[in-house]
C-alpha cells in the first residue's frame, strides 16, 4: 500500500512560515515520519530564507505531474516549485502575491484530486489581500474551491479541548441573522462524524449561548428559541450534547473537564479562550471538504520577520496530526 505524502502550501510568501517549516523538520518526531513532506512553494523563495536563516537543507525538486511517492523519504525537502515572479519578495504583504499563492494552492487540489490524498496544509495567508474581500476566510474559499459552500465547518482542535465557532469572520452586527437551528444541527453532526470517523469517538460537546447568562430583554431570545430546540434534537439523535451554557462560564476549569468540544455562536467568544488556554498549541481544521484542510493557528507575524524566533509548534501538531489522519 502506497504511503499517502502530507501535502504543505506555504501560503504568503511574505511570512515566517518558512522559518518554522525549517524548524519543524529538525524535530524528531518529524524527522521519523514516514509520510512524506511535499513543500509548494517556490524554489527562490525556499532558498532565500534558507541562506538568511542560516538552514542547510537539501533538495529535492518533484515534478507535479508525475510523483513517485514510493520513493519520496524526508531526509531532503520534497519541493514543487510554484514561480513567484516578484522584483522584492520580502518587502512587505500586498496583494502581488495573489495569483502566486493560488497557483500554490491549485497544485495541491490537483495533487489531491489524481493521488486521493486525505489532508493539505496551508500556511497563513494574509486575508486581507488575497481574499479581498470576496469571501469571509480561507474556510469558505476552500469551500466555494471544492464545490462544498454551506458544509464547511471551523474547527480549532486541540487533543484536551477543541471549539468551532458557527459563524466565522463576521462582524457581531452581523452574527445574528446567520444563527439557525439547522446550521447548528448540520455543524454539529459533522463534528461528531469527525471524531466517530477518525477516533472512534463518541464527543462529548457543549453548546454556549449567544446572550450573556443565555438572558436576554428582547422579547426574541435566540438561546430560547433557535440554540435551545437544536440542543434537543441533536440529544433525540443520540449526540452527547449540552447546551445553552452561558459563554463566561462555561471555560471554567470543572467545566472543562465535561467536554472535548466547545460549540460558540462566534468566532471570538471561542477562539480568544483557547488561545488564552494553549497559546498556539491548536491547529485549525476546516471539516466538510472533500479533504481536511489544516493550517497552524497562526497568522503571517510579520513583526518576526527574519528573527528566527518564532514557535514551530502549530506547524508540528498540524503535520502529526495529517500523520494520524492518512
Keep these: 500500500m502506497t504511503i499517502k505524502p502530507i501535502l504543505i502550501v506555504a501560503g504568503e510568501p511574505y511570512s515566517t512560515f518558512l522559518e518554522i517549516f525549517f524548524k519543524s523538520l529538525s524535530k524528531k518526531k518529524i524527522k521519523n515520519l514516514k509520510n512524506p513532506i511535499i513543500l509548494i512553494c517556490s524554489k527562490d523563495l525556499l532558498v532565500n530564507q534558507m541562506k538568511k536563516l542560516k538552514y542547510k537543507y537539501k533538495i529535492r525538486d518533484l515534478n507535479k505531474s508525475d510523483l513517485n511517492l ?39 487540489l490537483s ?85 466517530r470517523y477518525n477516533f472512534k469517538k463518541r464527543v462529548k460537546i457543549g453548546v454556549t449561548g449567544l446572550n450573556p447568562h443565555c438572558e436576554t430583554t428582547d422579547k426574541f431570545s435566540e438561546d430560547e428559541k433557535i440554540i435551545m430546540p437544536a440542543v434537543k434534537n441533536l440529544k433525540k439523535k443520540g449526540i452527547k450534547i449540552q ?46 471538504l472533500p479533504f481536511l484542510r489544516i493550517t497552524p493557528d497562526h497568522g503571517t507575524n510579520n513583526l518576526m520577520i527574519g528573527k528566527n524566533l518564532s514557535s514551530p509548534i502549530s506547524l508540528i501538531e498540524a503535520i502529526y496530526f495529517a500523520k494520524k489522519i492518512l
Excluded: W
Design 70 to 108: 514510493k520513493e519520496l523519504k524526508n531526509n531532503k525537502i520534497n519541493l514543487i516549485n510554484v514561480n513567484l515572479r516578484l522584483k522584492k519578495t520580502f518587502d512587505k504583504i500586498s496583494s502581488k502575491s495573489k495569483t502566486y499563492i493560488e497557483n500554490c494552492i491549485n497544485v495541491g
Design 111 to 195: 495533487l489531491i484530486k489524481k493521488n486521493n490524498i486525505k489532508v493539505l496544509i496551508n500556511g497563513p495567508i494574509s486575508k486581507k489581500y488575497f481574499l479581498q474581500k470576496k469571501f469571509l476566510g480561507m474556510t469558505e474559499y476552500f469551500a466555494q474551491k471544492t464545490n462544498s459552500e454551506g458544509n464547511e465547518v471551523m474547527l480549532i482542535f486541540n487533543k484536551n479541548l477543541s471549539v468551532c465557532p458557527l459563524t466565522t469572520h463576521l462582524p457581531l452586527k452581523k452574527i445574528f441573522k446567520k444563527i439557525t437551528k439547522e446550521k447548528i444541527i448540520k455543524h454539529v453532526n459533522t463534528i461528531n462524524n469527525f471524531y
Design 243 to 288: 447546551g445553552p451554557i452561558a459563554a463566561d462560564t462555561i471555560f471554567l476549569k470543572n467545566n472543562l473537564k465535561k467536554y472535548d468540544v466547545i460549540f460558540g455562536m462566534y468566532h471570538d467568544q471561542v477562539l480568544t479562550p483557547i488561545k488564552t488556554l494553549y497559546g498556539f498549541n491548536a491547529i485549525n481544521i476546516t471539516l466538510g
